[in-house]
């Protein structure tokens, strides 16, 4: 059994959302059903909106997703991130009291580290990664290196240029962003000439790309990871593919009805054998400890005629993945207040300057000497 929802009447959560990213929109939906949850159990939550332009603006949690469909919504209050330890979000010259930032950003520097970074020079209490974790899930490249290095199964997944010659794997190819928190970009082509061509005329691609083998006939599996009051894995889904073929696209994920990627189609708990739930729940256990997951995540792998590969990990899931706690179940009461209770115990990253006591700068000699040459 889970302890009773921690007293949140008297603290002042933010919930940010949008972002200067492919999956604003996402974010908003997500953001908007967390503030909405959290506004019951949490009276003093407000909202901040991250617009596309990249201006901040505190906005009433109890909109609806249609008075953002033309950006800015009336009767927002434009307010600033200040990165120093006597900032925080400003609206003027006055501080506004943020005990939290629920962080529900999906891609682009919200999830990458960027956000993180600036919060924890604002000092800033926030949930979910930290800039180091958010970083390595983000870089799909630098992900599938350090789960390899680490003895886990995942597909080859190399780095893809308009001038690449060859490619360590035979087509189909799936090409996808370097960089990216959805199925936003992704394509499956034929051989490493369309590859190639889509990398230097796709916009999502412009920032880089990876490639890596289709498996054809393979099948999605994800589990969401919670890491307080302890590590906690939820039940095993599998999305739906459109005629169980192609990829888990971005319409299927977030475009098939009304509640997004909560009403999207899926099989959960996913009937599998034993022997792969386990051998996920396993390998769940040691991504989340390679990276430093912290909040909830969902773990995505690939699996064919038995075998089971890890893909890739998003640090702020689509609606926190609060679709998957049914096996425990939590809902979004139990979620946000837990997060909430990890990232306040977390704090922001403490910063040190141990060490920097002017030795090295008394001793050292003329800068131009130092220049050498």
């Known amino acids: 059994m889970h302890a009773m929802t921690s007293d949140l009447s008297s603290v002042t959560a933010a919930v940010l959302f949008g972002g200067p990213a492919p999956e604003h929109d996402i974010s908003i939906l997500t953001g908007l059903q967390a503030a909405r949850a959290l506004s019951g159990f949490a009276p003093r939550t407000t909202g901040i909106y991250w617009a596309k332009t990249g201006r901040f603006y505190q906005v009433d949690p109890s909109l609806e997703a249609i008075d953002f469909a033309e950006g800015v919504p009336r009767k927002a209050k434009e307010v600033s991130l200040i990165a120093d330890a006597s900032g925080g979000f400003l609206r003027g010259k006055k501080a506004l009291p943020i005990d939290v930032v629920v962080n529900c950003c999906h891609g682009g520097p919200g999830e990458d580290g960027t956000l993180q970074g600036a919060l924890d020079l604002a000092g800033v209490p926030y949930t979910g990664p930290s800039p180091g974790c958010a970083y390595l899930a983000m870089d799909k490249l630098a992900f599938a290196g350090l789960v390899e290095a680490a003895g886990m199964p995942t597909l080859p997944r190399v780095a893809v240029e308009t001038d690449t010659e060859s490619l360590p794997f035979e087509g189909p190819i799936v090409v996808k962003p370097?960089?990216?928190?959805?199925?936003?970009?992704?394509?499956?082509?034929?051989?490493?000439?369309?590859?190639?061509?889509?990398?230097?005329?796709?916009?999502?691609?412009?920032?880089?790309?990876?490639?890596?083998?289709?498996?054809?006939?393979?099948?999605?599996?994800?589990?969401?990871?919670?890491?307080?009051?302890?590590?906690?894995?939820?039940?095993?889904?599998?999305?739906?593919?459109?005629?169980?073929?192609?990829?888990y696209s971005y319409a299927q994920k977030y475009l098939g009805g009304a509640g997004g990627l909560i009403s999207s189609p899926r099989e959960v708990p996913a009937r599998i054998p034993a022997e792969t739930a386990e051998e996920i729940r396993s390998l769940a256990r040691r991504v989340a400890a390679l990276i430093g997951v912290r909040g909830v995540a969902r773990i995505d792998f690939l699996e064919h005629e038995g075998r089971v590969w890890v893909n890739e990990v998003n640090t702020i899931p689509g609606s926190l993945s609060v679709y998957l706690w049914v096996d425990p179940h939590l809902g979004w009461e139990r979620l946000l207040a837990d997060m909430i209770a990890e990232a306040q115990r977390d704090g922001p990253r403490p910063f040190s300057t141990a060490g920097a006591d002017g030795t090295a700068l008394r001793s050292a000699a003329s800068v131009a000497a130092k220049l050498g040459g």
């Open 178 to 247: 370097r960089s990216g928190g959805s199925s936003l970009g992704i394509e499956v082509v034929e051989d490493l000439a369309t590859a190639r061509a889509l990398v230097g005329t796709a916009p999502l691609l412009a920032d880089g790309a990876v490639a890596e083998p289709f498996l054809t006939g393979g099948r999605d599996l994800n589990v969401a990871v919670r890491t307080y009051p302890s590590l906690e894995l939820s039940a095993i889904e599998r999305p739906e593919r459109a005629g169980d073929s192609g990829i």
